[in-house]
């Protein structure tokens, strides 16, 4: 099979690999559609000691299932596989699960490649009628899916409806999404980059190029230090911040001020699959809107395509790429 292949810091190559072999209870599945997770673009830049090079990126996969009773069906793939059989497992809290892999983590090589193999019990059966690069963006959005439902359980009940997102890539496009579905009309996204500030707004987005007033939920969709302080200042006394991003491991919080105004922080990881199977059924039946603020690509072009994202060329929020053009 083809496969993009990390081999070091900015350097992807488009090369033949070994086709994987389903082992048990696993099925083969020839992937039609997978996106470009900000986490592929932190191992690209090297920053990633969970993805050493060499290594299949890609995580955010659909296509369809190859070989036996399942022959032909088409799925959308959740990539986090857990034990099933330890305490956070039992407690359906399976994204925290001390022995959970990735696709895309060794051992597991990921989906920028013709073919993965995954369990079942981590596939969804994609109807007829959704595409399957819709399909694909089951995982990121079930990321903001995830967080937005931790954000708003613990909110007061008497809180506004309102809400802040700081970052308008995939994940902070997606927790728009996720908020309105979850009724909450009144959300506002913090994104710097003009181009896909302007982007955003053509999708009816209320943007702003910083964070200004003060909001009962910020969800912090980068994770770097600037925007961990934007989301500090931004809370609302007895708000709550959930924290998405992974862009760098430490500041900007300020801590005095959470104590003092009693704001809850929330880290979030993933997704239960609970919330991902949640979040494949309103892709589905359309809660989370047209799904039309991707670029498509072949994935035989990604190495320009991560190249274009290092240099902040790329208006839209997702990255699709196509193994099979």
Request: charged share 20%; aromatic share 6%; proline share 6%.
């Amino acid at each position: 099979m083809k496969a993009l292949v990390y081999e070091g810091v900015e350097t992807l190559k488009f090369v033949d690999m070994p086709d994987p072999v389903a082992g048990a209870g696993e099925h083969l599945i020839r992937v039609e559609a997978v996106g470009i997770c900000g986490s592929d673009m932190h191992a690209y830049l090297g920053h990633d000691a969970r993805r050493p090079a060499p290594l299949i990126l890609g995580h955010e996969a659909a296509g369809v299932i190859v070989g036996g009773a399942m022959d032909g069906r088409r799925v959308t793939v959740n990539p986090l596989v857990t034990c099933g059989s330890c305490p956070a497992c039992a407690a359906q809290r399976e994204n925290l699960c001390p022995k959970r892999e990735i696709i895309s983590m060794l051992p597991r090589q990921g989906a920028f490649a013709q073919y993965v193999t995954m369990p079942e019990s981590n596939l969804v059966t994609v109807p007829d009628d959704v595409s399957l690069a819709h399909a694909a963006l089951a995982e990121p959005l079930a990321v903001s899916w995830h967080a937005v439902r931790l954000a708003l359980e613990a909110s007061h009940p008497t809180a506004e409806r309102r809400a802040l997102v700081i970052g308008g890539g995939a994940i902070g496009l997606a927790a728009a999404l996720a908020l309105r579905a979850m009724d909450v009309a009144d959300v506002t996204i913090v994104e710097p980059n003009e181009m896909r500030r302007t982007y955003l707004t053509a999708l009816g987005e209320q943007t702003l190029a910083q964070a200004n007033g003060s909001y009962p939920v910020v969800i912090d969709a980068v994770g770097f230090a600037a925007t961990r302080a934007a989301a500090s200042a931004s809370v609302e006394p007895g708000g709550v911040i959930a924290h998405v991003g992974l862009g760098e491991d430490a500041g900007g919080l300020d801590v005095r001020r959470m104590t003092l105004q009693e704001v809850t922080f929330i880290g979030t990881y993933t997704y239960t699959p609970q919330d991902f199977r949640d979040t494949a059924a309103a892709i589905f039946d359309g809660r989370l809107g047209a799904l039309g603020w991707c670029q498509h690509r072949p994935l035989s072009g990604g190495a320009a395509a991560f190249a274009a994202l290092r240099e902040g060329q790329v208006a839209e929020p997702k990255i699709i790429l196509s193994p099979w053009t």
